[in-house]
């Protein structure tokens, strides 16, 4: 049986629409530490405050709620917001901070790309400007460290923000891609059947195996990076921005 044209579009934000880290080299030149190392600083001068605490322990600390962090969002599909896994670390360390500190400690934190923007990827503010309002568009993405309000703020910076229709962001739902439900919410934000959405996306099980199993169609997109696409069970591969459109078109017809 044929599917059904595809009447919407949604896309993963990083490694698809930003390059993921692309503010590192800017962070670097501007003198700031990595990322990372900066969450972790944070961490540390908060709590200094109010009593000395080994930068080594913070280390530890971080690293272990790191660990678990990934576990669960692997395994569970669950993405911990950014004030669960501080309130985590700081019951590992047998510290406490008080509501207000503990809130902006949390802001530092999610804002941190605000502050130091990611590049976009190469060709997609031109290839979203010209499928907009031939199909309606979504974002489904993961928020790590950057909540869904903040990864707003980046496609509002850039211009995109009014170039979508619907949003599903991990911190907001409750759960991250590959769970059916993320990508129902998405469908049904947007107004369509499931076998009437594509997702594009760089990651097989996330972004491809999640929108096969409740029905949409998926593209592999290679643009930032490469992920083993030679044996990717997408139904496209899209290497250059420039030719989403046609592979849009050809989907719709197949």
């Not at 990934?70 to 395994?75: G, L, Q």
């Not at 802001?107 to 502050?115: T, V």
């Not at 009437?196 to 290679?222: M, S, W």
């Not at 696409?229 to 989907?251: F, G, H, W």
Request: proline content about 5%.
């Amino acid at each position: 049986m044929a599917k059904p044209a595809i009447q919407a579009v949604t896309f993963d934000l990083w490694d698809t629409v930003f390059f993921d880290d692309s503010d590192e080299p800017k962070r670097a030149a501007q003198g700031l530490a990595p990322k990372p190392v900066e969450r972790r600083n944070l961490v540390h001068r908060f709590l200094e405050r109010h009593a000395p605490l080994p930068r080594e322990r913070v280390d530890v600390a971080y690293d272990t709620v790191d660990a678990a962090f990934r576990e669960v969002w692997d395994k569970q599909h669950v993405t911990w917001t950014v004030h669960e896994r501080l309130s985590v670390l700081l019951a590992g360390l047998g510290r406490s901070l008080r509501e207000p500190e503990l809130a902006e400690l949390v802001r530092l934190h999610e804002e941190m790309e605000l502050a130091v923007r990611p590049d976009l990827v190469r060709g997609v503010r031109e290839a979203l400007r010209s499928i907009h309002g031939k199909y309606r568009l979504g974002v489904v993405s993961d928020a790590i460290f950057s909540p869904g309000r903040a990864l707003r703020e980046l496609l509002d910076g850039e211009g995109l923000l009014e170039l979508f229709d619907a949003f599903v962001f991990s911190d907001e739902v409750g759960f991250s891609k590959p769970v059916p439900a993320v990508f129902e919410a998405a469908a049904k934000a947007l107004g369509v059947d499931l076998p009437e959405l594509v997702h594009v996306g760089d990651r097989e099980q996330n972004d491809v195996e999640g929108a096969h199993a409740v029905g949409a169609r998926a593209i592999l997109c290679t643009v930032a990076r490469d992920r083993r696409s030679q044996e990717t069970k997408a139904d496209a591969v899209c290497d250059d921005y420039r030719n989403l459109p046609s592979i849009l078109e050809m989907l719709s017809h197949k």
